[in-house]
C-alpha cells in the first residue's frame, strides 16, 4: 500500500475514502434494488421509445428464464453480445447477468477474423446479434463453439409503425442490412414470449462469479479477455457512485450514452452507476451521424453527457449544438482517451460545465482516477484516485518513486480484473507479487495527489478511445501478397487524438497504398486501419534485428 495518500487533502467534501464493499453482493443485486425502488421511473430511452425501470426487470427476467429454461444453458456459461446501443442492449445484459452467465461484449464491427477469434477464446455458447451484422457471424459460426443464436432488428422493441419503419428504412434504403442465413436462430422478440412461460429459477450470483469477459488487446496484440467480477464491478460502480452522488440526486438524473455500451467506459459509468442511481439513459445509436445527434440532444433534458474528446470535439463543431439547452447539465465526463485542453477549454465556453477528465482501463472496470466535479477549469490531470484506490508510480525495477517523478503508473483496488481469462502468464506480466496492477502509462503525481499522464509505456496506439495493437496491424498486413516488412505506429490526428500509419518495405514493386488499405479494410475493424501508408526501402532496427517504432513516430504523417 501507499503509506502517504495526498490525494485525500484534495477529495471534494463528503467522498469517502472507502467505499462500503458490504451493500451489495453482485451487480445483479445492484439491479434487482433499483428496479424495486424505481420501478415507474423512465429507464432507457432509443429513438423516442422509453422503457421503465419495471419494463426492464420484467423484459431482462424474460430473457434469463429464455436462456436457462429453452436453451438449457448453466451458470458460468458465456453470452456473446453484438450490438450497438439500443434497447435489446440493456434488456440481453441484465437476463445474461441474472442467469448467472457472462456477458461477453463483442463490437459489431468487428471483421469475420477479429468476431471468431473473440468467440474461440471466450468458449461463448450463445450469441444476440443484430441484423446488420447478422452477415459477418454467418461466415465465421461453424467454425466457433456457439450453438445458439438470438438476432433481433434495430426497431424491433421500437412499437409499431416505428419499430418497422426503421427496420425498412435501414435495410431497404440505407443498404446497412445485408442478407444472412442463420438456420436454427430465434428472434429476440420470440426469444422473451418463450422465456415469460418458465418461471425463473433461483440463481445463486456470488461476488467471484466472473460477471464480464471484457476483451482489451495486449503488447502481443492478441485481444484478451479481462475477467471482470461481479465484486470488481460493483465495487467500481459503488467508488463512482461515491464520488459522482454528491453532485447527482437518485431519481432525477438523465444521461446521453453516445459511447457504445460494449465498451467498458460506458458500461460502468453510465449503464451500471445510472441504473443504481435511478437515471435514464438516451441511448445514441449513432453518434457518427452528429447532425442526427445534434438534433436528438435539442429535443431532450439531460443532466450528464460522456464521451471521448472525440466525440465532444465533434459536436462543438457540429451546427445547432450550441443551441442546445445546456440548462439542466450537472456533469460532462470525459475518458478512453486524452482531453485536449482546446476541446475542454471550448466545451466549457459554449455548455457552462466543465469537462471532467477520467481515467481508467478495461483491467480496472474501469475508472481508477477521476477529477472532483467541483473542478472550475479544465487542468490537464486524469485526476485523483477514487475511493479505496492506492496508485503510485514506479521505476523499472518495481520502486515506489517520489513527488513529481516520473515512472509507471500502477493502481491497486477492488476493482482491479482477477486475471486474463485462461492467460496466466499474460496475468503475471500485468500484476505483480503485491497485486499492483502495471497500466503501461508513464506518469508522475503532484503534490496534491493529482496525477498526470505523461507519454505511454507500451507502443499502443488509441484511436478515438479504442486500443490498436501495432503487432495486431503488423501481422495482417504481412499476410498481405508484396509486403516484405511492416511497421505500424500512432500519428498524431486531429480527429481521432491518433491515427495508424505504417511503414513499408515492398516484396512487389507494383504494391499501392491503396492495395494495402483494401486489404485491411476486409481484414481490420475501420479503427486499427492504417491512415497513412508510406513506402521504405528499408526500416530502422536495433542490431538485434528488432525494428524502432520510436524512429519511425518520429517521421511526419505524410498522406498515402
Same mark, same amino acid.
Given at each position: ?6 490525494? #485525500?487533502?484534495?477529495?471534494?467534501? =463528503?467522498?469517502?475514502?472507502? /467505499?462500503?464493499?458490504?451493500? #451489495?453482493?453482485?451487480? +445483479? ?65 441484465? %437476463? ?37 451484422? =447478422? ?69 445463486? +450470483?456470488?461476488?467471484?462469479? /466472473? ?9 502481443? %496484440? ?55 442511481? @435511478?437515471?435514464?439513459?438516451?441511448? /445514441? ?16 433534458? &439531460? ?30 465526463? @470525459? ?68 513527488? %513529481? ?7 491497486? =483496488? ?46 499502443? /496506439? ?27 505506429? %500512432? ?43 508510406? &513506402? ?23 498522406? @498515402?
Amino acid at each position: 500500500m501507499v503509506a502517504d495518500r495526498p490525494w #485525500y487533502g484534495s477529495y471534494p467534501q =463528503g467522498v469517502p475514502h472507502e /467505499i462500503d464493499m458490504d451493500e #451489495y453482493r453482485s451487480v +445483479v443485486d445492484v439491479f434487482e434494488t433499483a428496479v424495486a425502488r424505481f420501478r415507474d421511473l423512465p429507464a432507457f430511452s432509443n429513438f423516442g421509445k422509453r422503457i421503465s425501470y419495471a419494463e426492464l426487470d420484467r423484459l431482462s427476467q424474460q430473457f434469463a428464464s429464455y436462456l436457462l429454461n429453452e436453451l438449457k444453458l448453466k451458470k458460468g456459461d458465456r453470452v456473446a453480445i453484438m450490438m450497438p446501443n439500443c434497447l435489446q442492449y440493456p434488456i440481453a445484459v441484465f %437476463g445474461v447477468l441474472r442467469a448467472g452467465l457472462t456477458v461477453v461484449n463483442v463490437n459489431p464491427l468487428y471483421t469475420p477474423r477479429e468476431l471468431k477469434h473473440q468467440l474461440v477464446d471466450a468458449g461463448a455458447a450463445a450469441l444476440v446479434v443484430i441484423d446488420n451484422f =447478422g452477415a459477418t457471424v454467418q461466415e465465421v459460426i461453424a467454425q466457433t463453439p456457439v450453438r445458439h443464436v438470438v438476432t433481433t432488428g434495430m426497431g424491433d422493441l421500437l412499437g409499431f409503425p416505428k419499430g418497422a419503419l426503421i427496420n425498412f428504412v435501414l435495410k431497404y434504403v440505407k443498404k446497412l442490412v445485408p442478407d444472412y442465413d442463420l438456420p436454427g436462430a430465434r428472434r429476440f422478440n420470440d426469444a422473451l414470449s418463450l422465456g415469460a412461460l418458465h418461471a425463473l429459477p433461483q440463481v445463486d +450470483v456470488a461476488a467471484e462469479d /466472473i460477471a464480464f469477459l471484457q476483451y482489451t488487446g495486449g503488447t502481443t %496484440g492478441v485481444a484478451k479477455g479481462a475477467m471482470l467480477t461481479h465484486r470488481n464491478l460493483v465495487a467500481n460502480l459503488q467508488q463512482a457512485s461515491a464520488w459522482l452522488g454528491h453532485e447527482l440526486e437518485y431519481g432525477q438524473e438523465a444521461i446521453v450514452t453516445a459511447l457504445p455500451l460494449y465498451h467498458i467506459f460506458a458500461l460502468t459509468a453510465n449503464c451500471l452507476v445510472f441504473i443504481k442511481l @435511478g437515471g435514464l439513459n438516451y441511448l /445514441i445509436s449513432n453518434p457518427r451521424d452528429m447532425p442526427g445527434f445534434v438534433k436528438e440532444l435539442r429535443k431532450i433534458r &439531460f443532466t450528464a453527457i460522456t464521451g471521448v474528446n472525440t466525440l465532444f470535439n465533434g459536436l462543438l463543431n457540429t451546427p445547432g449544438f450550441d443551441q442546445v439547452d445546456f440548462s439542466s447539465l450537472k456533469m460532462t465526463l @470525459g475518458g478512453g482517451m486524452a482531453v485536449q485542453r482546446a476541446v475542454a477549454e471550448r466545451w466549457k465556453k459554449v455548455t457552462g460545465v466543465t469537462l471532467v477528465e477520467a481515467y481508467g482501463l478495461t483491467e480496472t472496470s474501469p475508472a481508477a482516477c477521476i477529477n472532483p466535479l467541483t473542478l472550475k477549469d479544465y487542468n490537464g490531470s486524469i485526476g485523483l484516485p477514487i475511493p479505496s484506490t492506492d496508485a503510485c508510480v514506479k521505476d523499472d525495477d518495481g520502486n515506489i518513486l517520489g513527488m %513529481g517523478e516520473v515512472g509507471e503508473l500502477c493502481i491497486k =483496488g477492488p476493482q482491479v480484473m482477477k486475471g486474463y481469462w485462461q492467460r496466466p502468464e499474460e496475468t503475471a506480466k500485468v500484476i505483480d507479487a503485491d497485486g499492483w496492477l502495471h497500466t503501461g502509462d508513464v506518469a508522475k503525481m503532484d503534490a496534491n495527489g493529482y496525477f498526470y499522464i505523461v507519454d505511454r509505456k507500451k507502443d499502443m /496506439i488509441l484511436v478515438s478511445g479504442f486500443n490498436v495493437y501495432p503487432n495486431e496491424v503488423e501481422d495482417v498486413i504481412a499476410g498481405l501478397d508484396g509486403v516484405l516488412e511492416v511497421a505500424a505506429v %500512432g500519428v498524431p490526428d486531429e480527429k481521432s487524438g491518433e491515427a495508424v500509419k505504417v511503414f513499408i518495405v515492398k516484396k512487389n514493386p507494383a504494391l499501392t497504398a491503396e492495395d494495402v488499405k483494401a486489404y485491411c479494410r476486409e481484414n481490420l475493424t475501420g479503427y486499427k486501419q492504417p491512415k497513412f501508408v508510406e &513506402f521504405r526501402t528499408e526500416l530502422p532496427k536495433t542490431n538485434v534485428g528488432k525494428i524502432l517504432r520510436k524512429e519511425l513516430r518520429e517521421v511526419p504523417a505524410k498522406a @498515402g
